[in-house]
């Protein structure tokens, strides 16, 4: 049972132009979600992160929504950059412990990012 | 500062036998924990370390172990492997009252 779900697989966007990214969970109990990029060959780098008291959260070109009520996130990329073409994954937590552990994450299975220049 | 390291980069190993891989923390990080990557899939919790000591595991058998050693660096350890054991595994480190995770680049683990 999936609990981040990442529906598209993949997206194809234009140089400059707003890139969006889509996660849902299931867990009401989760309370922080981060957005990590992966090249290939490499480990998941983190760009952004948001805590659920808030609903939205800026970093430069890239801004996270968080709807509570939908149990749904999203990540905007402007203006889309050729360099930002990777896998980008949705990951959540919980506070304390949960599960036996404290605050590890629980990931979608990622959307491929494709910018064309 | 140094980031999360790995070793080693690629492995192949046959069904059976059994396999060590290594992590190093990043500086001044405490807590350390692993995630089995496999094709097409997110990363998937597999445990996390502080001050030695176990304290979260995911859903994976006790063939899977671990450990962290006083420098905050750490092994993996699977036994009796499996062809679904091919992956790739991560390792990430943080600081135990921080919510975010820091990734090495990971180890291949091809088993055949």
């Known amino acids: 049972d999936q609990q981040v779900k990442q529906n598209s697989p993949s997206l194809s966007v234009q140089e400059g132009r707003i890139s969006i990214l889509n996660c849902d969970y299931t867990?009401?109990?989760?309370?922080?979600f981060l957005w990590y990029k992966k090249y290939p060959a490499e480990g998941p780098t983190f760009l952004i992160s948001?805590?659920?008291?808030?609903d939205k959260n800026e970093d430069g070109r890239f801004t996270v929504f968080l709807n509570k009520s939908a149990k749904h996130l999203s990540l905007h990329i402007v203006p889309s950059q050729p360099g930002d073409s990777a896998v980008y994954f949705c990951?959540?937590?919980?506070?304390?412990?949960?599960?036996?552990?404290?605050?590890?994450?629980?990931f979608g299975k990622g959307t491929k990012l494709s910018v064309k220049p | 500062e140094t980031g999360v390291t790995q070793s080693p980069t690629h492995l192949i190993k046959t069904r059976g036998q059994q396999v060590t891989l290594r992590c190093s923390s990043q500086?001044?990080?405490?807590?350390v924990s692993w995630y089995q990557q496999a094709l097409g899939q997110g990363p998937q919790f597999i445990f996390q370390?502080?001050?030695?000591?176990?304290?979260g595991r995911g859903n994976f058998p006790p063939r899977f172990s671990g450990l962290q050693f006083p420098n905050y660096s750490s092994e993996l350890n699977v036994n009796a492997l499996e062809l679904d054991d091919s992956a790739l595994y991560l390792c990430?480190?943080?600081?135990?009252?921080?919510?975010?995770?820091?990734f090495g680049p990971g180890t291949r683990l091809t088993v055949l």
């Open positions: 990430a480190s943080s600081l135990r009252e921080k919510r975010q995770r820091f």
């Open positions: 867990n009401s109990m989760f309370d922080y």
């Open positions: 948001i805590s659920s008291i808030k």
């Open positions: 990951a959540a937590s919980v506070y304390g412990n949960y599960g036996g552990s404290q605050g590890n994450l629980i």
């Open positions: 500086s001044g990080h405490n807590t």
């Open positions: 370390y502080y001050r030695e000591e176990e304290n």
